[in-house]
């Protein structure tokens, strides 16, 4: 029994060996992320390949941070195993400056590249190049229970500010009844809980560097910031925040749970689908909060499709990306599955269409991605470009860092005062070793 | 009793192994100690300059250091603990009769086949969130507050995830070993009027000590590299109460992509690795020497 | 009497035993359930352990989205070929150590073992770049190699602990008889092995399914085996426990399968040396 089990597999194993592959096609590879839209995008991939019978899809998905640290060591080391590349805002602009993307100048005309939303296109461009074709964009906004919100006695203005999400979070907790005010992203991690609070600070004038790119934690604007945060979630948040990101907020605000939510546009039509959430009837949007000093706490996100230079197949490439980012792909969505569904945020086409204004949530997303700014992110100037990250390659690594230092400060392992002094103190040890103080 | 003819023929079945290995350790391993006295970041090529120890002494001032280096003992500590301790009771509890053993078997090694990051996953999302996870649900059952366990035991939540993984291998050497036991020495133990107590620690646990070392050895050597279980978990948080010293490199090389820092810190790691295995290899070579 | 106070002490180890077994086996049942779970009874409150509507819907999706079969033949070869590759280099050399030893024998097992406590991570860009130029990214072939490569002293010290129990004076006796070393090894050593061989190919196996580092690091779209499949399931944007659940039993069902098969040739050789 055994040895006959053996002796099954190694033939099996002997027989895919020598399966030899033979294509005529040309054969992309594309790497993506495991998001919805994407996800989506591969279903109705047929239309591409029905179009262009010569080429062949091959699909690489992974989840965001296991992608992200597979194309960076391939492209960095010229590895060539994509032809297609899905990156976000923080890659383009880095990579875009080093030569590492096929520029997107001579996308034909009825890409119609004006189109684009200008936010989003001035993330993906440098010295004048699209370097990167936004496949959807995203904000941050206020989600909230107009249930509980009206049950507070409280109502939620268009654009609040952060006095009013704190009020309104005490107000709404009622934590016998495992209701939570409001649930912030707690986790460590550049693009978990830094994002978010990178997102924050600008509204409360923070900054990570200053125009000699010296760490800035120490200043009072990060103090009253993060102060702000961890009195706000100890009051009316969650237990177990500092190991919540995007998806155990999700779950909570989907189970009834949260009261507000503040976090990407994106989760908008995962939480109106009545199929997945248990309050899609109940939600209500908002921009996210100011404190009065003229930055909204929200952030700009695209990601995007980008062709890695070197690659054999850069025509073909192109075909593909400008197939996957065009209007006729919005359209196809539409007919397919709805306009709810549309990959939102890249065309302003798409807000000027009367069909897509009937989705609720359209309109609070592009006003959202329309109050970001990525050249102008802070209220004093900053020598970096970004509003929830700085682009900069060494900001993944420091971010992570001092995102793992805030998680301690929620979690009650340190002080906000404690948690400050070490993210000053780390960020300062890696910009001296990166060269860019002294 | 060897013959020389027999010596050298073992030299040459010997030698792929020993070359293959050396190749794998050496070409890898030399090209990290090169890259650790470089300026190295892989995201900006072209940059590349001799620096000297900088790398090691950034690695090795970092305040996460010392924390990475207390929680990896603690890790590999704590699942040996666990494994061993659970592994010799459930070894005794199996090696009695009973209705259904195979099938208990079965249910007990099962989660040795399990993917460290779907395990990492499904404790992390199922188990332990404070508020839709089972054990909260089972807190509020019981009429107590639900403990959040990965903010405040990060460490202790990832020893479980862990100890849940190898307890079945523990589990089954030392089953295999205590099969072993002569019945007839047990017999006379008895005989002797020798309490359960005495028995265990006279016979029975002597006679499991060579399956003892046995998997602190093999465990030990997988232990050192846990990183899955905390990538999924709580990313070395908060602050430093996770990260071991495997992380700690991780973030160094593909989070900063700092190859010249990263290297340090996988030099650094792999001194710190042979410095218990000299313990282990002590150890064990004592025990097994007999 | 007796068997009556017998009978007593074996239902409550029964009992016992049988708890303990279905609470360490909970978290992947468990995962099973949740797998027929829609998305929103998966994160129920309170949880739901059998009165839910069970639903193939998940399954559909993963099939739909994932080339599942090429991902499961990838693990296969890749699990398969390193460990037979492995023990092709390893039972040569674990039968010259433990038959031959020479004075070095316990210092080379000794080094052999701590290569294995090198840690990837800080070894991935050398590995990688060397990969791209030979040509073996994303090519089963490199994963092999490197598999082949990580498992190897295992291999060798569980094969050497195993021969180690096979008396010598057998050997000689066959040698007496004229027997050639080939032949030693072929007739006399291997039937004796087999147990052990069978063993340390099994635990071999499982080890390199489960690899998440260098089979994902490793690969892209060609050869990427059941780790880059569940990676590409865990999703920090968008919560699907219920997909990633069908999609995690997917994952572990063959090797749990085979595991559960093939207890008994695994369990008889897992001794490393430690029974007398």
């Known amino acids: 029994m055994f040895k006959a089990g053996v002796c099954a597999v190694t033939g099996a194993v002997l027989a895919t060996f020598l399966a030899g592959q033979a294509d005529a096609a040309t054969k992309l590879t594309i790497a993506t992320v495991n998001n919805g839209d994407m996800v989506r995008m591969q279903k109705l991939a047929d239309d591409f390949t029905t179009k262009n019978p010569d080429i062949e899809l091959e699909w690489v998905t992974l989840e965001e941070n296991i992608l992200r640290q597979r194309v960076t060591t391939d492209i960095a080391t010229k590895g060539g195993q994509y032809d297609v590349m899905t990156i976000g805002t923080y890659e383009v602009p880095i990579w875009g400056e080093k030569g590492w993307l096929v520029s997107l100048n001579d996308l034909p005309s009825s890409y119609d590249v004006d189109d684009l939303l200008p936010a989003i296109r001035g993330g993906l461009t440098v010295n004048d190049q699209l370097y990167a074709s936004p496949f959807y964009g995203e904000s941050s906004m206020v989600m909230y229970r107009k249930d509980l919100m009206a049950k507070a006695g409280m109502e939620m203005p268009k654009a609040p500010t952060w006095d009013f999400i704190g009020k309104a979070a005490r107000a709404m907790t009622d934590k016998e009844n495992e209701i939570y005010g409001v649930c912030l992203r707690g986790k460590a991690g550049w693009g978990e809980n830094m994002a978010f609070l990178t997102a924050m600070s600008n509204s409360f004038g923070a900054k990570w560097f200053d125009m000699d790119w010296k760490p800035q934690f120490t200043g009072e604007a990060w103090k009253k910031t993060l102060g702000f945060y961890i009195d706000l979630m100890n009051d009316a948040g969650p237990p177990g925040a500092s190991s919540n990101g995007f998806n155990e907020n999700l779950a909570l605000f989907q189970s009834g749970k949260c009261g507000m939510w503040i976090d990407a546009t994106v989760a908008a039509s995962f939480v109106t689908n009545p199929k997945d959430s248990k309050v899609a009837d109940e939600v209500g949007f908002a921009l996210a909060p100011d404190a009065g000093l003229g930055k909204r706490g929200n952030w700009l996100w695209a990601w995007s499709l980008g062709i890695p230079a070197g690659s054999q197949k850069t025509d073909e490439a192109k075909k593909f990306v400008s197939w996957a980012t065009s209007k006729e792909y919005l359209a196809l969505v539409a007919s397919e599955e709805g306009w709810a569904n549309v990959p939102p945020g890249t065309r302003t086409s798409l807000y000027e269409n009367p069909e897509y204004a009937k989705v609720h949530f359209a309109q609070m997303t592009i006003d959202s991605i329309n109050a970001a700014d990525p050249t102008k992110p802070t209220v004093d100037p900053v020598p970096y470009v970004g509003v929830q990250f700085v682009a900069i390659p060494e900001f993944q690594g420091i971010a992570t860092s001092v995102g793992q230092q805030f998680s301690a400060a929620l979690a009650g392992a340190m002080s906000v005062d404690e948690a400050l002094e070490s993210a000053q103190a780390l960020t300062e040890r890696s910009m001296k070793k990166a060269g860019y103080i002294k | 009793m060897a013959t020389d003819h027999s010596r050298i023929a073992a030299r040459l079945m010997i030698s792929p192994a020993v070359l293959l290995l050396l190749g794998w350790m050496v070409v890898p391993l030399s090209m990290t100690i090169y890259f650790s006295f470089l300026s190295y970041n892989l995201l900006s090529p072209g940059t590349e300059e001799w620096i000297g120890l900088v790398n090691y002494e950034f690695f090795l001032t970092d305040p996460a250091f010392f924390a990475a280096l207390g929680n990896t003992l603690l890790l590999v500590g704590g699942v040996l603990l666990i494994t061993i301790v659970g592994g010799v009771g459930l070894a005794l509890l199996l090696d009695q009769p009973m209705w259904g053993q195979g099938i208990v078997r079965i249910l007990m090694i099962a989660p040795f086949f399990v993917m460290p990051t779907v395990s990492a996953l499904v404790w992390k999302n199922m188990f332990m969130n404070p508020v839709n996870g089972l054990f909260a649900h089972l807190a509020k059952f019981l009429g107590v507050a639900p403990f959040d366990f990965l903010a405040h035991a990060p460490l202790f939540s990832v020893v479980i995830i862990v100890a849940w993984q190898w307890l079945p291998f523990s589990t089954l050497i030392l089953l295999t070993a205590m099969q072993s036991l002569d019945q007839e020495q047990l017999e006379a133990a008895k005989m002797d009027g020798a309490k359960k107590f005495r028995r265990f620690f006279h016979i029975v646990l002597p006679h499991l000590s060579r399956a003892i070392t046995v998997v602190i050895l093999i465990q030990t050597i997988f232990l050192l590299s846990i990183f899955a279980e905390i990538l999924v978990t709580t990313n070395g948080g908060p602050g430093y109460a996770s990260t071991n010293i495997t992380y700690l490199v991780y973030a160094q090389s593909l989070l900063q992509f700092d190859v010249g820092g990263g290297s340090a810190g996988g030099i650094i790691a792999v001194i710190l690795a042979n410095i218990v295995a000299v313990f282990l290899m002590r150890m064990i070579g004592k025990n097994l020497e007999a | ?276």
């Open chain 3, 1 to 276: 009497m007796q068997t009556a106070l017998f009978d007593h002490k074996k239902a409550l180890v029964t009992v016992c035993a049988w708890a303990i077994g279905l609470a360490i086996f909970f978290p992947i049942l468990w995962t099973i359930l949740t797998g027929f779970k829609t998305e929103a009874d998966a994160i129920a409150s309170p949880p739901l352990f059998m009165g839910f509507d069970w639903t193939l819907e998940n399954y559909n999706e993963v099939l739909e989205r994932s080339n599942y079969f090429r991902h499961f033949m990838n693990s296969v070869v890749i699990s398969v070929g390193s460990t037979l590759l492995g023990l092709l280099i390893a039972i040569p050399a674990a039968w010259a150590m433990a038959f031959v030893p020479a004075k070095h024998t316990k210092d080379i097992l000794m080094w052999m073992l701590s290569t294995k406590m090198l840690p990837p991570v800080g070894v991935l860009i050398p590995i990688y770049l060397m990969f791209r130029d030979g040509g073996l990214l994303d090519t089963r072939s490199g994963l092999v190699l490197v598999l082949t490569m990580i498992n190897l002293p295992i291999i060798i010290w569980m094969l050497y602990t195993y021969f180690k129990e096979i008396p010598g004076e057998i050997l000689e006796a066959a040698r007496m008889d004229g027997a050639t070393l080939w032949s030693e090894i072929v007739y006399v050593l291997t039937p004796m092995a087999v147990p052990g061989i069978a063993s340390t190919l099994l635990l071999n196996v499982i080890l390199a399914w489960n690899e998440a580092f260098w089979t994902l690091n490793l690969t892209a779209a060609e050869a990427a085996p059941l780790t880059a499949f569940i990676a590409s399931y865990s999703s920090p944007e968008g919560l699907f426990y219920a997909k990633l659940s069908a999609a995690s039993t997917m994952a572990i069902a063959p090797i749990l399968i085979m595991g559960w098969f093939s207890q008994k040739q695994l369990v008889r050789g897992l001794t490393f040396g430690a029974v007398k």
